[in-house]
């Protein structure tokens, strides 16, 4: 037999084998296909999964499924123009996409362009299976690598609110894991208004380091979702806009950072720039819209610290300042558990103590603008406005009853010869003082136990 036709044996017999054990692998995965999903709809009764074609690659081990329609036991539907799924075990997912997911919920609708899942694995205990049908499922006991969705619509009953999203992607999900979350271009329409203005813009949001599992289990034992110590680790928000009946607010970013060390000592700091809110339209601001101040352009942080050896937190609400007007700065330094979010009202009343609170109120350009203002009212030069005010100050000080009036007419009326000066406002009580200590009492008891003094000092 010449060497040609021996090559064309084997080429032929290859092609017989190769094609036969294709064909058999095709019809096996085939089978094990319509077995998953017979298993799925015997586990959640009244439900079906249905499609118009599918295919199967028994060497890649995926699947192919289009035009899917899946209805639950509750007669929802959840449809898509194409899943694929590969690396399908009993208790693993490789890999599972869909397009063009649909599914209505509540008189709304949920659109998802695409969406990717990767390495999902379902601990044993996640899904509670009695007599062949799913009873519980447990998401937070569901772990996966990567699940990602783009270009999301959900529009409400009526078509009245709208939500977008382009991206929003979930990394390194489960119990015990530091999941990092990304959201881009999220926003909220509301057709309430007339010319649809009115709604909420994130254009980015970074979410690092938290473990987003733990939050889920808490929700399903039916408990109020609780901050994690430390948690999350790094948080970015960029350009935020709000608007709400013609009150409009923005905020160009924040930033976060927690840390808890081995000792149980914890770290918090949120820094924030160009927060950003019209005076127009909004009652509440409708004095400093007189004043001239079109809109308010504020920056500054908050943070916090937790000394556990002496249970003992330092905690800054804010240290801003607001551009032409003043900074407005607190410290407050307290006893407590390290807990604050597991704090009832209960425990806040006998559990923390007061040790002190410095608040200092600096003088940019507000004070002189409402003395103006002042005067333009009553058609009077500033400085026979400025007399006028020390003239009551000084009446109301010769009224005073408490000690603490005094000291505050007094801070006034020299902040209004001296505005570069700060008014300060502290509480240094002779000990750490809680909040059960002070019910009962008369308001001069309460000043004098909290040792609340008004003054002023240089400004810095």
Do not use: C
């Not at 010449?2 to 190769?18: C, D, H, M, R, T």
């Not at 079906?48 to 929802?76: I, M, N």
Request: proline share 4%; hydrophobic share 35%.
């Amino acid at each position: 037999m010449s060497k040609a036709a021996v090559i064309g044996i084997v080429i032929v017999g290859l092609g017989v084998v190769g094609g036969g054990g294709y064909y058999y692998a095709s019809n096996k995965a085939n089978d094990e296909l319509h077995k998953t999903i017979s298993l799925i709809e015997k586990s959640i009764p009244g439900s079906s999964l249905k499609y118009e074609s599918s295919s199967v690659s028994p060497f890649s081990q995926s699947a192919t499924l289009h035009k899917v329609v899946f209805k639950d036991d509750k007669g929802h539907e959840y449809t898509a123009d194409t899943l694929v799924a590969s690396g399908v075990s009993q208790d693993k997912l490789g890999e599972v996409s869909l397009d063009k997911f649909h599914t209505v919920v509540d008189g709304g609708t949920i659109d998802v362009n695409h969406i990717d899942i990767k390495n999902a694995v379902a601990s044993k205990d996640a899904v509670i299976i009695e007599d062949g049908k799913i009873k519980k499922f447990y998401p937070s006991k569901v772990s996966f690598d990567l699940l990602n969705l783009q270009d999301i619509k959900a529009v409400g009953p009526n078509a009245h609110e709208t939500i977008t999203v382009a991206q929003y992607e979930l990394k390194n999900y489960g119990l015990d894991r530091k999941s990092d979350q990304t959201m881009k271009q999220f926003e909220i329409k509301s057709s309430y208004s007339k010319d649809n203005s009115e709604g909420l813009k994130v254009n980015h949001m970074q979410i690092d380091g938290l473990d987003f599992a733990k939050i889920v289990a808490t929700v399903e034992q039916g408990k109020t979702p609780q901050v994690l110590p430390g948690q999350p680790q790094k948080g970015t928000l960029d350009g935020l806009e709000y608007n709400a009946k013609g009150q409009i607010w923005s905020l160009a970013k924040i930033d976060t950072e927690n840390s808890i060390a081995e000792n149980g000592d914890q770290k918090s700091t949120a820094t924030f720039s160009g927060l950003k809110i019209d005076t127009a339209h909004n009652p509440q601001l409708f004095a400093l819209k007189e004043m001239g101040y079109n809109q308010l352009d504020a920056f500054g942080k908050i943070s916090a610290s937790y000394n556990k050896a002496k249970q003992q937190w330092s905690f800054v609400p804010v240290e801003m300042t607001i551009k032409d007007m003043g900074n407005l700065n607190a410290d407050l330094q307290f006893n407590g558990p390290a807990a604050l979010s597991n704090a009832n009202p209960q425990s806040v009343m006998t559990d923390y103590k007061l040790i002190s609170l410095k608040v200092i109120l600096q003088n940019q350009g507000l004070l002189e603008k409402a003395i103006d203002q002042e005067a333009k009212k009553q058609s009077l030069p500033a400085d026979k406005v400025k007399e006028n005010m020390i003239n009551e100050l000084k009446q109301d000080e010769a009224n005073a009853t408490m000690p603490v009036q005094k000291q505050a007419d007094e801070a006034v009326i020299d902040l209004i010869n001296n505005p570069k000066k700060s008014m300060v406002i502290a509480m240094n009580p002779k000990a750490p003082l809680n909040a059960m200590e002070l019910v009962g009492n008369s308001p001069f008891s309460m000043i004098e136990k909290l040792n609340l003094i008004v003054k002023t000092e240089a400004g810095k």
